[in-house]
């Protein structure tokens, strides 16, 4: 199960700092303050395993109802 966790959170950082705008506006304004990898690490690590699975699913499957 961690290697499956691991998979996630790498693919959402991936994401996050190919497309900086999909970060929430709280987070995209500490971009002016912090690196990019430093604003992408908090926003993930600010997240919960359901929150995390459900960004995984509306980035990588958009199309599935959940």
Do not use: H, S, W
């Not at 966790?5 to 929430?24: D, G, S, T």
Request: net charge negative.
């Amino acid at each position: 199960m961690q290697e499956k966790a691991k998979r996630y959170i790498e693919a959402l950082f991936n994401v996050y700092m190919e497309n900086l705008k999909q970060l929430p506006p709280q987070f995209y304004a500490m971009l002016e303050e912090f690196p990019p990898e430093r604003v992408v690490c908090d926003y993930i690590a600010g997240m919960t395993d359901r929150y995390a699975q459900e960004e995984y699913a509306r980035l990588f499957y958009p199309y599935t109802r959940m």
